[in-house]
């Protein structure tokens, strides 16, 4: 076997496909390059007119789903009636339900000013009618009217009663009483009871009598009292009709399109004339208390709630970054006022949904999940078409406080989702309303394919980037070097990846060192810098294991030969960073029952897939050398120096190959390490993080201070994700690293013990020389030794 050729371990990009010379003289994108799929998706469901076609946008965070959709969503108008401005207006009939305004785009604001300017005059205008001389004199005529005709029918009581010496006065305001009279002075108790019997007797009955003249005439007054309320009211319709009406009828003139305007702006007469104690402040807390706002000093009563004002017929694109239940659905603020708690129409607050109504409304999943009452409240309006606002306290508690419930607002918005798959997976099983309410995924790709066109493209997304970011321009060797960066987090040579976050870090950081050195564009060197500083403030972890295995903490071999032991290759993660290690492995076998003993797995440090993975080698071992008999040995398998939990099948090579190493007594080479998953079959099946895995073993040797004629045996399906660090591609340039592919377990045994392992024949026997001849015979004398014991 050979070595890969160092041409095979990096793509570079080639400068000839990128025909420019910096990003500024690229067209930027308006859209995100290589989400075909889910832009596809999201076009469909949005012009789709049908209910339920709502949208879940699947893909990890920085895929760039948010900035596609918005540049998408901007750029397109719902079909449809336009958006709509929404107002909330008094219900002069039952002030707890507040009635809905739904206006052309604009208007609504309008109104508002033009009603605002007419209360403004109403104010001053209706209080100067009623202090008129005119309006005072044919009041003062109707009081005087009313009260003559009161004190008349009084008076001609009192004379009678005058008459039959009893006396007439008033006692409480409002109430009357009859006293008999001892001449010229009412009597008293004492002298009442000195009269004879038939005088006391005469006079009780006269008093009777007169009593029940007195309530007649009372039921007159109460009678007349409302005649002249209502021919008051009256006096003062008309007065406010003649000051008020051209007023209301010269703003109701501007909106006869709209039906609903003139009908409020109607009702609005009506009810001026019955509170026209908020204009004439005749009582001052009553007044005080209509003024008491947190914006103006006008009669709330009479004011528009302008609830959502949109400017244009632009479609509304609307980004709820905190989706609580009062952020999404609106709430009713409440006043306080000399101790009392109110509110009324004007204090409804609107929500994303309201601003949205007509759109578009984007919202993180996770978030909407998080907040109590939110899902269920969502679905229910999503259902029903319809935005209803509710106090969420009255639901939350047992408290009786009155609140408004205002009219709902009819619901028409196409809401979009951004989550992981996870939560899109949960969803879809657990419930069952989720599929109908988001019947598309808008799918997002992690990777898109690299050729001499993607590249172009990828170019003029860093040149969007740019420009969106005011970042410095890039030369095209510094694009070169991104779209190289690119293929490495995609983690293969003919893929780049879409993980937008990632690259405008890169940019950002690489504009920082530009501007830093002072230079007017960014060029390799500072995308290098940016690559390296980065690497460099998160690696304090890694440099910490580095310096292990250079004082000995860290046990590791990279030179001579040993059964049993071989440097097998882990990927560490902490935080974000990412980076590679090796780690001894070591195995021995012993006098037992064919069985693997994996002490990670017994101690439960073994995550399910590692235990997978010696499950596997324990197959392959039984097919090799048990097909006729059971296996005599067993074999103890470890990962040395192993503290916490390992996971994944990427070493079950290295642990298959020690393990063989220990049954035939033949030491590997220890400057050798390996990665790799086992089929069943001894095919070695790709594996992830390679790149990691590489340099960690080439930084390790660098840190032992032995860096020659260093060997890594790698599946050869995964020479395609090579895209190796510079330092560690100088290092095989001069021949200290060699890299091996492998295709099956007998060609990395072959590398790393030094023998062939040999070829069955029919029979199933393998040549006494071969690796796995050695192990049959050894298998055979124990086989025959247990034989001889029994």
């Known amino acids: 076997m050979k070595p890969l050729n160092p041409r095979r371990l990096y793509k570079a990009c080639v400068l000839k496909e990128l025909p420019f010379a910096s990003t500024r003289a690229l067209e930027p994108l308006n859209e995100i390059v290589g989400q075909d799929r889910a832009r596809a998706a999201v076009r469909f469901a949005l012009s789709m007119p049908h209910g339920g076609y709502n949208v879940y946008a699947v893909g990890r965070n920085g895929l760039g789903k948010r900035t596609m959709l918005l540049r998408y969503l901007r750029l397109t108008s719902r079909e449809g009636d336009p958006a709509s401005d929404w107002c909330y207006v008094a219900n002069y009939d039952d002030p707890r339900y507040p009635r809905v305004l739904r206006l052309p785009a604009g208007l609504g604001e309008k109104l508002r000013q033009d009603v605002d300017r007419l209360v403004s005059r109403l104010m001053k205008v209706i209080p100067q009618a009623f202090d008129s001389d005119t309006f005072q004199a044919r009041a003062d005529e109707l009081k005087q009217y009313y009260a003559s005709r009161q004190e008349k029918a009084l008076n001609e009581l009192a004379e009678e009663a005058r008459k039959k010496h009893v006396d007439l006065s008033m006692s409480t305001p409002g109430g009357y009483r009859l006293t008999a009279m001892n001449g010229e002075e009412p009597h008293t108790n004492e002298s009442f009871s000195e009269l004879p019997q038939e005088q006391r007797e005469a006079f009780e009955e006269t008093i009777r009598v007169l009593e ?43 909106y006869q ?43 709330r009563r009479y004011r528009i709630n302008v609830l959502v004002s949109r400017e244009g017929k632009e479609t509304p694109v609307v980004v709820e970054d905190n989706p609580t239940y009062h952020n999404l659905f609106g709430y009713i603020e409440n006043v306080t006022y000399k101790g009392t708690v109110f509110t009324d129409f004007s204090l409804i607050r609107p929500g994303s949904l309201h601003r949205a109504n007509g759109g578009y409304l984007l919202m993180d999943a996770i978030k909407v999940l998080e907040h109590h009452f939110v899902w269920d409240a969502l679905k229910r309006a999503m259902r029903s078409n319809e935005i209803s606002i509710h106090s969420l306290e009255r639901e939350l508690t047992l408290s009786g406080t009155i609140s408004l419930e205002p009219q ?91 993980h937008a976050a990632d690259i ?54 990279v030179s001579g030969r040993t059964v049993g ?50 499950m596997i080698l324990s197959a392959w071992l039984t097919s090799r050398f048990a097909r006729r008999q059971p ?43 390996v990665t790799g998953a ?113």
């Open 257 to 299: 399109a709209h039906k609903a305007i003139t009908e409020h702006l109607e009702a609005m007469k009506s009810d001026i004339a019955e509170n026209l104690d908020i204009f004439l402040e005749d009582s001052e807390d009553k007044a005080a208390f209509a003024y008491a706002a947190l914006e103006h000093r006008l009669p």
């Open 408 to 498: 709902a607002i009819p619901l028409n918005v196409k809401i979009v989702l951004f989550g992981d798959r996870e939560t899109w997976l949960l969803l879809q099983d657990y419930d069952p309303e989720f599929a109908e309410l988001f019947r598309v995924t808008a799918d997002f790709e992690n990777d898109m394919p690299r050729n001499s066109e993607s590249q172009l493209l990828y170019a003029k997304f860093i040149a969007s980037l740019c420009h969106e970011k005011d970042l410095l321009h890039c030369e095209r060797r510094a694009v070169a070097r991104i779209i190289e960066y690119s293929a490495r987090l995609a983690e293969h040579q003919d893929r780049l990846s879409l």
């Open 678 to 790: 086992v089929s069943q079959f001894g095919a070695v099946q790709p594996v992830g993080g390679l790149n990691e895995k590489i340099e960690g073993f080439h930084d390790t040797c660098q840190a032992l201070g032995d860096t020659g004629n260093k060997v890594v045996l790698l599946p050869a399906a995964n020479v395609q994700n090579l895209m190796l660090d510079t330092r560690v591609l100088e290092a095989v340039s001069r021949g200290e690293l060699m890299l091996y592919a492998v295709r099956n377990v007998e060609e990395a045994l072959s590398l790393l013990l030094g023998m062939k392992p040999g070829t069955a024949d029919r029979r199933g026997r393998y040549p006494a020389d071969s690796l796995y001849g050695r192990i049959a015979r050894r298998l055979e004398k124990l086989s025959r030794a247990q034989h001889d014991e029994k």
């Open 565 to 614: 032991q071989v440097n097998g290759l882990s990927v560490l993660s902490t935080g974000g960073y990412e980076f590679g290690l090796p780690n001894r492995i070591t195995a021995t076998c012993q006098y037992g029952e064919g069985d693997v003993v994996h002490i990670e797995r017994d101690v439960k440090l073994s995550g399910s897939i590692h235990s997978k993975g010696v």
């Open 631 to 673: 296996m005599s040995l067993s074999a103890t398998l470890t990962f040395e120096q192993s503290y916490a939990e390992i996971d994944g099948d990427s070493a079950s090579l290295a642990e298959l190959c020690a393990i063989v190493s220990a049954l035939a007594e033949v030491p590997i080479n220890q400057n050798m390490a």
């Open 212 to 254: 029940k003249k007195l309530r007649r005439v009372m039921r007159k007054l109460a009678s007349w009292e409302e005649e002249h309320a209502e021919k008051q009211q009256a006096l003062n319709q008309e007065t406010v009709d003649h000051v008020a009406e051209h007023l209301i009828d010269e703003v109701s003139e501007r």
């Open 504 to 557: 405008a870090n890169i940019l950002r950081e690489s504009d920082y060192w530009a501007r830093e050195e002072g230079a007017r564009k960014v060029t390799v060197e500072h995308v290098q810098k940016a690559l390296s500083s980065a690497d460099y403030r998160s690696a304090r972890i890694r440099d910490q294991f580095l310096r292990g295995f250079a004082d000995g903490s860290t046990l590791l071999s």
